[in-house]
């Protein structure tokens, strides 16, 4: 096996950070935008007067031409006591950006949107001196899967390549990196070959930079079926992503926290690093919106505290700062749950794990 990279500055004082307590993430980004009700003009700003395509929407643009509110939120979110915010740029790829015409502006959304998280952590630490704030990149799933068609009538059909997957990751990455984020959180994966081409893309950035990141890797389940949208259970969704040697995994968004329950329970029986949850504020309601109150998701993530199941703790969609406020102090006091010892048994994976006990 060829020698990783070196680790880089951030892994000693994070390693530390979830070796003393339970650590907390941020919750939503795009929930505290919409609060902000911004219109058209908002996303163009003086930037983009006449665009070719409506920009509403893409909230990671904001970063360029509305970074007050993004640092402002990072900023809110610190304060309610995150010890990591992700930053603004769940889809700063060429391919989810294209969907604006914007794929020219990747490095250039990455780096602002870092910026914008960076100066919120230089705030809550000047705040409270010794500190310390982390920032985490955060790498979307794409909106183009690797393992399923999306025409019914053509199921061998692609709407993207492996390359154009892995080139996209790089090229986001790559400027995650250089703007100086703590880690990389690869996020919300329904589709295992994407999250797979976005380790690829890490490992071949590590050797050329020269150094590793922490790299985080959190898996969406999607409903009751226990399994993710590509149709892996959690257990062969591990299997799958272990020999990246992770920092840390985790669950987050599709579900609240009670749904998650035994998906959180099993990694964090399962997994040989950190363990970590942020999950929805609850199912959406008939409208959209999420109704669990800060005191709902705090009982419950409090109880998987208890449980000794997490490393790290969050929210996802419908979260704000009073609900990561209400978590934080739910948390406190509960020790992190130790990192199991790996059985050296062949764990491989489809659908569904095989392990070969002797």
Not at 11 to 40: S, Y
Request: net charge negative.
């Amino acid at each position: 096996m060829s020698s990783l990279p070196p680790e880089s500055p951030s892994f000693g004082p994070l390693r530390a950070l979830f070796q003393q307590r339970i650590a907390v993430l941020d919750g939503a980004m795009g929930t505290m935008i919409q609060g902000f009700q911004l219109k058209e003009a908002d996303f163009r700003g003086t930037r983009f007067p006449r665009p070719v395509q409506d920009l509403l929407g893409n909230n990671d643009l904001l970063s360029i031409v509305r970074p007050d509110i993004i640092e402002d939120i990072h900023g809110q979110y610190f304060a309610a006591g995150a010890d990591i915010v992700e930053t603004n740029t769940f889809n700063s790829n060429a391919i989810s950006q294209a969907d604006y015409h914007l794929e020219a502006l990747v490095t250039e959304l990455n780096t602002a949107a870092v910026g914008c998280a960076r100066r919120a952590a230089q705030k809550a630490e000047a705040a409270t001196p010794g500190r310390r704030c982390f920032v985490a990149g955060a790498i979307g799933p794409l909106n183009r899967t690797l393992s399923m068609s999306p025409d019914v009538n053509r199921p061998d059909y692609r709407a993207v390549s492996w390359d154009q997957v892995v080139a996209a990751y790089t090229e986001q990455a790559r400027a995650l990196i250089a703007a100086g984020v703590d880690a990389l959180l690869i996020e919300t994966i329904f589709d295992t070959l994407n999250c797979k081409a976005a380790l690829f893309a890490l490992a071949a950035l590590f050797d050329e930079v020269g150094f590793r990141l922490p790299v985080m890797i959190s898996v969406t389940i999607t409903d009751a079926s226990g399994r993710t949208l590509s149709g892996q259970t959690i257990e062969a969704f591990y299997a799958s992503i272990a020999h990246a040697r992770p920092f840390s995994v985790g669950v987050n968004c599709a579900l609240g926290g009670r749904q998650m329950r035994p998906y959180v329970e099993t990694l964090s029986r399962l997994a040989s690093c950190y363990t970590t949850c942020y999950p929805n504020a609850g199912l959406p309601n008939a409208f959209g919106g999420y109704d669990e109150s800060p005191a709902d998701m705090a009982g419950v993530l409090g109880e998987f505290a208890a449980d000794g199941w997490l490393n790290l703790v969050g929210g996802c969609c419908g979260s704000t700062p009073p609900h990561i406020a209400a978590i934080a102090q739910a948390v406190r006091g509960f020790k992190p749950r130790p990192i199991p010892a790996a059985a050296p048994l062949l764990r491989l994976s489809g659908l569904e794990p095989l392990v070969i006990a002797s």
